[in-house]
């Protein structure tokens, strides 16, 4: 039987392809009879597969357990005298240790794929609307309580990033037996949440809502950024002095850039307080990947630049044991300068499969930089965990520093792009996207977009 998939990129018989400018395909499904633990589905299989081939990326939903919550704190006044900071820690401790039974849903684990997680927040201004009704996070950039948690296939980061998906509340639920809390999710179609357009209840009314929470609404909001960001990636090929920017590169350059706005923020702040003591070490960074993934997206960051910030594009075709070098610009006028400084950069592609391989992923990416020894930045105590961010088919990562360093005029940042073979036969071309920005904190008086772009009219080179 031949993929539906099939009449949009190729045809079927005397039928020309009906879609093959398509780049992205939106699943917000998932199988909850199925949560992933070690073996990758035959679903998720088969969208590593056609994501490949077709050069076309899945946006898929991590999934909801939408379950109560037993919590490891007393009924009464304990409970009703606690502060919200408490409540949100015991909430984040009872999730922790029901965490084998919260794992994502077939197919999040496909490694192709970008794999959505909801973070508790929306645009409503409405709270719980009865006193025996909890909001049960403080932190709205908090992965949602009902959300599925990571990690993915042989322990790559999944999922990979957060987008808002509605505020759950939960009540209390009564005569448990229990002498601790039992807090069960609100079942209701009432704020808050997110606003959403639904089918009228009586022919041509066309103003119904409910609200909804969960991960499907976080993947449509995902999906979304990814078609604007594509009508981003259009405005720029159509510039008369861009850059030949082929169509060939808007898969990856899509992935990279819905994860490039992507970060930890107060929530990985607040779950490193809560189980640093229990959670010790290095470990604390890959236990924080589990709830958070990469973090939560912030779109502005990624569809526009700033005063203080540049952000460039990168793309390219490598193949086994080759590496491509990419030189950014660096503002003159920073040399000597103290005050924050930051690099981001985010690496993406998508990797043919070995199916009957235990290693799977044929193709492994990953990125170097010299930006520590030239501009003083490092990965920094509260980052990403640097083993954990080259599991998967996306490399992202945040470099920080604040001491001046001297540098030359005309100086260039290294970004090495290498690709070698992980599992056994990689013979095929690897298409990746690059998205890096650099950025300087509001006390650094140096004008980086300007700089960055004047010294840009003349192309850099790639270096193989």
Not at 147 to 176: D, H, V, W
Not at 346 to 374: E, G, N, V
């Given at each position: 039987?031949?993929?539906p998939?099939?009449?949009?990129?190729?045809?079927?018989?005397?039928?020309?392809a009906?879609?093959?400018?398509?780049?992205?395909?939106?699943?917000?499904?998932?199988?909850?009879?199925?949560?992933?633990?070690?073996?990758?589905?035959?679903?998720?299989?088969?969208?590593d597969?056609?994501?490949?081939?077709?050069?076309v990326?899945?946006?898929?939903?991590?999934g909801?357990h939408?379950?109560?919550?037993?919590l490891?704190?007393?009924?009464?006044?304990?409970?009703?005298?606690?502060?919200?900071?408490?409540?949100?820690?015991?909430i984040?401790?009872?999730?922790?240790?029901?965490?084998?039974?919260?794992?994502?849903?077939s197919?999040?684990?496909?490694?192709?794929?970008?794999?959505?997680?909801?973070?508790?927040?929306d645009?409503?201004?409405?709270?719980?609307?009865?006193t025996?009704?909890?909001?049960p996070?403080?932190?709205?950039?908090?992965?949602?309580?009902?959300?599925?948690?990571?990690?993915?296939f042989?322990?790559?980061l999944?999922?990979?990033?957060?987008?808002?998906?509605?505020?759950?509340?939960y009540?209390?639920?009564?005569?448990?037996?229990e002498?601790?809390m039992?807090?069960?999710?609100?079942?209701?179609?009432?704020?808050?949440?997110?606003?959403?357009?639904?089918?009228?209840?009586v022919?041509?009314?066309?103003?119904?809502t409910?609200?909804?929470?969960?991960?499907?609404?976080?993947?449509?909001?995902?999906?979304?950024?990814?078609?604007?960001?594509f009508?981003?990636?259009?405005?720029?090929?159509?510039?008369?002095?861009?850059p030949?920017?082929s169509?060939?590169y808007?898969t990856?350059?899509?992935?990279?850039?819905?994860?490039?706005?992507a970060?930890?923020?107060?929530?990985?702040?607040?779950?490193?307080?809560?189980f640093?003591?229990?959670?010790?070490?290095r470990r604390?960074?890959e236990?924080?990947?589990r709830?958070?993934?990469?973090?939560?997206v912030?779109?502005?960051?990624v569809?526009?630049?700033?005063?203080?910030?540049?952000?460039?594009l990168g793309?390219?075709?490598?193949?086994?044991?080759?590496?491509?070098?990419?030189?950014?610009?660096?503002?003159?006028?920073?040399?000597?300068?103290?005050?924050?400084?930051?690099l981001?950069?985010?690496?993406?592609?998508?990797?043919?499969?070995?199916?009957?391989?235990?290693?799977?992923?044929k193709?492994?990416?990953?990125?170097?930089?010299d930006?520590?020894?030239?501009?003083g930045?490092?990965r920094?105590?509260?980052?990403?965990?640097?083993?954990?961010?080259?599991?998967g088919?996306?490399?992202?990562e945040?470099f920080?520093?604040?001491k001046?360093?001297?540098?030359?005029?005309?100086?260039?940042?290294?970004?090495?792009?290498?690709?070698?073979?992980?599992?056994?036969?990689?013979?095929?071309?690897?298409d990746?996207?690059?998205?890096?920005s650099?950025?300087?904190?509001?006390?650094?008086?140096?004008?980086?977009?300007?700089?960055?772009?004047?010294?840009?009219?003349?192309a850099?080179?790639?270096?193989?």
């Amino acid at each position: 039987m031949r993929s539906p998939l099939t009449r949009h990129f190729e045809g079927d018989g005397s039928t020309e392809a009906q879609a093959p400018e398509v780049r992205i395909i939106n699943l917000s499904v998932g199988d909850p009879s199925r949560l992933f633990f070690h073996g990758l589905s035959p679903w998720a299989r088969l969208l590593d597969w056609l994501s490949y081939k077709y050069g076309v990326l899945f946006i898929v939903s991590a999934g909801n357990h939408a379950t109560a919550l037993d919590l490891d704190i007393p009924k009464g006044a304990d409970w009703s005298n606690a502060d919200a900071e408490t409540r949100e820690a015991a909430i984040l401790r009872t999730i922790k240790v029901n965490a084998r039974h919260r794992r994502i849903l077939s197919p999040a684990e496909s490694i192709n794929a970008l794999t959505v997680g909801a973070s508790h927040a929306d645009a409503c201004p409405q709270g719980p609307r009865k006193t025996y009704h909890c909001d049960p996070l403080l932190t709205r950039s908090m992965a949602s309580p009902i959300g599925a948690n990571g990690l993915g296939f042989l322990r790559a980061l999944k999922p990979e990033i957060l987008m808002p998906g509605g505020r759950q509340i939960y009540e209390e639920a009564l005569g448990t037996g229990e002498p601790n809390m039992r807090l069960a999710p609100l079942q209701n179609y009432g704020p808050p949440g997110q606003k959403t357009a639904v089918p009228g209840s009586v022919p041509g009314e066309l103003a119904k809502t409910l609200w909804f929470r969960g991960t499907s609404n976080a993947t449509a909001l995902a999906t979304r950024l990814g078609a604007r960001l594509f009508e981003m990636l259009g405005s720029l090929r159509a510039k008369p002095d861009a850059p030949a920017l082929s169509p060939r590169y808007d898969t990856v350059l899509l992935k990279a850039l819905l994860v490039h706005g992507a970060a930890w923020a107060e929530a990985g702040d607040r779950l490193r307080g809560i189980f640093k003591q229990e959670v010790g070490g290095r470990r604390i960074k890959e236990f924080i990947g589990r709830f958070l993934g990469y973090g939560l997206v912030d779109p502005e960051r990624v569809l526009g630049c700033t005063e203080r910030r540049a952000t460039l594009l990168g793309f390219g075709t490598l193949t086994n044991g080759e590496a491509h070098a990419f030189a950014l610009p660096l503002p003159r006028n920073l040399s000597g300068t103290s005050g924050l400084r930051r690099l981001t950069i985010t690496l993406a592609w998508l990797t043919p499969i070995a199916a009957h391989q235990q290693r799977y992923r044929k193709a492994q990416l990953w990125f170097t930089t010299d930006a520590s020894d030239l501009i003083g930045v490092a990965r920094g105590p509260n980052g990403y965990d640097d083993a954990l961010v080259r599991r998967g088919t996306v490399q992202h990562e945040v470099f920080e520093g604040e001491k001046a360093r001297a540098f030359t005029d005309g100086d260039t940042l290294r970004i090495q792009v290498n690709c070698r073979e992980d599992a056994a036969g990689l013979d095929e071309e690897i298409d990746y996207g690059l998205v890096v920005s650099f950025e300087v904190g509001e006390e650094v008086p140096v004008e980086v977009y300007e700089q960055v772009r004047q010294r840009l009219r003349t192309a850099v080179p790639i270096t193989p």
